[in-house]
């Protein structure tokens, strides 16, 4: 036995999970949110018991000795050095990692270098690395990557018809991102497919942020998000894919510079943008329930951006075997689903239980023996995934 930490250090926050490994049990689990302020926020939940409290967390050296203090008090660990191992969730990984790699130096060396790729995410998770490391130095440290899983892609599938010179210059292609979530979801989805020879899954992760993958013998084939996360299809506050020239257009006609509309279009569009209601799905919902038509539109547009992907990668994968939906809204919104699901069910010939679809969190199958696909919920855990890495490391 073994215990064994999976972080996930943002700009503003750390999200952090503790498993006792190879049993995969969850020992505490917990957040610190609003680093960087006086008046930010700790919790944590152990053994059935939760606490959340509001205090300065000036840095994310201070979120680490809180995180360690926790446990310590509430006897989830009695000494640090239980901890043999930590997983750091890394956003981007470029064209260097295809797989997690033990957290060295030269590891290091290349996330700091993908900075520019992903501005806020890397460095942040570089913050984070480094004040694990200082409380806990003779650790194994383990990078997981979220664009790891996506590496297996072709050429034609990540390249960017765009001057061969910015792509090679500037390593501009498509990355994707929460590959550890759709690899999770990919091995789960696997006990649904006896059999099968040669697995075609599509694997949809909705959640606030969204993305959706095609899979084939367990490799990802294509993947909705590009360069960054703002790819692919519509999202909570994310445009998702655009014509490029709607950029340089908006711009003109605003006076705001690329960078003021690329924050909008990162922070201010998708549900939120349309609706004019909110990001969040279930006040989209409730407002499309009451008769707004903008939040009507923005449901309506949500629902084909992904019948789209779902079209396109049913014919990239030469068919398909699976259909996983999975993230906020994918495990929790019964009428998103259910929206979707009548979308595609005439071109994919699919035979939906929709008394079946009232799940919400809980791993559930919803087509019918004689849908010519088969469509499940399947909760995601990514830290799950990160733990199992790094602890495959830690017994190398
Ligand atoms: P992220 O991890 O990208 O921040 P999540 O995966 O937590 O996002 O997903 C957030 C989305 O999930 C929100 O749009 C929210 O409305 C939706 N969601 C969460 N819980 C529920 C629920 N019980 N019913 C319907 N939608 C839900």
């Not at 960087?36 to 205090?55: P, Q, R, T, Y």
């Not at 008769?291 to 990668?313: E, M, V």
């Given at each position: 036995?073994?215990?064994?930490?999976?972080?996930?250090?943002?700009?503003?926050?750390?999200?952090?999970?503790?498993?006792?490994?190879?049993?995969?049990?969850?020992?505490?689990?917990?957040?610190?949110?609003?680093?960087?302020?006086?008046?930010?926020?700790?919790?944590?939940?152990?053994?059935?018991?939760?606490?959340?409290?509001?205090?300065?967390?000036?840095?994310?050296?201070?979120?680490?000795?809180?995180?360690?203090?926790?446990?310590?008090?509430?006897?989830?660990?009695?000494?640090?050095?239980?901890?043999?191992?930590?997983?750091?969730?890394?956003?981007?990984?470029?064209?260097?990692?295809?797989?997690?790699?033990?957290?060295?130096?030269?590891?290091?060396?290349?996330?700091?270098?993908?900075?520019?790729?992903?501005?806020?995410?890397?460095?942040?998770?570089?913050?984070?690395?480094?004040?694990?490391?200082?409380?806990?130095?003779?650790?194994?440290?383990?990078?997981?990557?979220?664009?790891?899983?996506?590496?297996?892609?072709?050429?034609?599938?990540?390249?960017?018809?765009?001057?061969?010179?910015?792509?090679?210059?500037?390593?501009?292609?498509?990355?994707?991102?929460h590959?550890?979530?759709?690899?999770?979801?990919?091995?789960?989805?696997?006990?649904?497919?006896?059999?099968?020879?040669?697995?075609?899954?599509?694997?949809?992760?909705?959640g606030s942020g969204a993305s959706?993958?095609?899979?084939?013998?367990?490799?990802?084939?294509?993947?909705?998000?590009?360069?960054?996360p703002?790819?692919?299809?519509?999202m909570?506050?994310r445009?998702?894919?655009?014509?490029?020239?709607?950029?340089?257009?908006?711009?003109?006609?605003?006076?705001?510079?690329?960078?003021?509309?690329?924050?909008?279009?990162?922070?201010?569009?998708?549900?939120?943008?349309?609706?004019?209601?909110?990001?969040?799905?279930?006040?989209?919902?409730?407002?499309?329930?009451?008769?707004?038509?903008?939040?009507?539109?923005?449901?309506?547009?949500?629902?084909?951006?992904?019948?789209?992907?779902?079209?396109?990668?049913?014919?990239?994968?030469?068919?398909?075997?699976?259909?996983?939906?999975?993230?906020?809204?994918?495990?929790?919104?019964?009428?998103?689903?259910?929206?979707?699901?009548?979308?595609?069910?005439?071109?994919?010939?699919?035979?939906?239980?929709?008394?079946?679809?009232?799940?919400?969190?809980?791993?559930?199958?919803?087509?019918?023996?004689?849908?010519?696909?088969?469509?499940?919920?399947?909760?995601?855990?990514?830290?799950?995934?990160?733990?199992?890495?790094?602890?495959?490391?830690?017994?190398?």
């Amino acid at each position: 036995m073994a215990k064994v930490m999976a972080v996930n250090a943002g700009s503003s926050s750390l999200k952090f999970k503790l498993f006792e490994m190879p049993e995969e049990k969850v020992l505490c689990s917990g957040n610190a949110e609003r680093i960087g302020h006086e008046d930010a926020i700790f919790g944590m939940k152990w053994n059935g018991e939760s606490e959340k409290k509001v205090l300065p967390i000036l840095d994310h050296a201070r979120a680490v000795e809180l995180v360690v203090e926790a446990m310590l008090e509430k006897g989830i660990v009695k000494d640090m050095n239980e901890i043999v191992a930590v997983g750091h969730r890394i956003v981007q990984g470029g064209k260097y990692f295809s797989k997690s790699e033990l957290f060295n130096e030269d590891t290091e060396a290349k996330i700091e270098s993908l900075i520019p790729l992903a501005p806020l995410h890397n460095k942040a998770h570089l913050v984070g690395f480094r004040a694990f490391k200082k409380i806990l130095p003779n650790v194994t440290n383990v990078a997981v990557f979220d664009t790891a899983f996506h590496q297996s892609m072709e050429p034609e599938d990540y390249t960017f018809p765009i001057p061969k010179e910015f792509t090679e210059k500037y390593d501009c292609r498509r990355y994707g991102a929460h590959g550890t979530s759709h690899k999770y979801l990919s091995e789960m989805g696997l006990k649904y497919l006896p059999g099968v020879e040669h697995p075609r899954i599509i694997s949809c992760h909705i959640g606030s942020g969204a993305s959706i993958t095609a899979i084939k013998d367990g490799k990802c084939v294509a993947t909705s998000m590009g360069l960054t996360p703002l790819g692919g299809i519509m999202m909570g506050t994310r445009t998702g894919d655009l014509d490029p020239s709607v950029m340089n257009y908006l711009c003109k006609c605003t006076g705001k510079s690329v960078e003021e509309m690329y924050q909008i279009f990162n922070k201010q569009s998708g549900f939120q943008g349309v609706s004019t209601v909110s990001n969040d799905s279930r006040d989209v919902i409730a407002a499309a329930e009451a008769g707004n038509k903008d939040a009507q539109l923005s449901i309506r547009l949500f629902t084909r951006r992904i019948a789209d992907f779902i079209g396109q990668y049913y014919v990239r994968l030469g068919g398909a075997d699976l259909i996983i939906f999975s993230a906020g809204i994918g495990e929790n919104s019964i009428e998103s689903r259910e929206d979707i699901l009548k979308e595609i069910t005439p071109a994919l010939g699919l035979s939906i239980d929709y008394e079946a679809n009232k799940v919400r969190g809980k791993e559930a199958l919803l087509s019918k023996p004689d849908s010519k696909i088969k469509v499940v919920v399947i909760p995601t855990d990514e830290e799950v995934m990160i733990a199992r890495d790094t602890f495959a490391f830690y017994k190398k």
